[in-house]
């Protein structure tokens, strides 16, 4: 099994900046595409960032120039650097990992998310 361990959230006002770290671990042979997902009371989860096994990126139009999504292989660790913060952002953020385990078989898991709150 996979296991998703996300931090770094929390109550920031608006402006502010926040990281946000998702640490894989279990069964990995390796990951392919690692992202971040989030989810407002009342909406549906939304696409915010992903990032390839070889870097290549993706943003929500929402945050382009503000969040920077990278990954580091060796710790099985993908990071959302968020910057100007807007109140619209706040949301549960979750990570989110296409993993292929060592039993040969390839998932997408899901972390436990964390709370971001941007305050006006």
């Known amino acids: 099994q996979v296991q998703l361990l996300e931090s770094g959230g929390g109550l920031v006002q608006a402006g502010g900046s926040l990281r946000l770290s998702c640490a894989a671990s279990?069964?990995?042979?390796?990951?392919?595409?690692m992202g971040w997902y989030r989810q407002a009371p009342g909406n549906q989860r939304e696409l915010v960032a992903q990032?390839?096994?070889?870097?290549?990126?993706n943003y929500a139009d929402s945050v382009k120039g503000r969040f920077t999504i990278s990954r580091d292989n060796a710790k099985n660790t993908v990071y959302l650097q968020m910057n100007s913060l807007k109140p619209e952002d706040t949301a549960v953020y979750y990570c989110?990992?296409?993993?292929?385990?060592?039993?040969?078989?390839?998932?997408?898991?899901w972390g436990h998310g964390t709370q971001v709150t941007v305050s006006s």
């Open positions: 279990g069964s990995i042979f390796s990951i392919n595409a």
């Open positions: 990032i390839t096994g070889g870097g290549t990126t």
């Open positions: 989110n990992a296409n993993v292929q385990t060592w039993s040969n078989n390839v998932n997408n898991y």
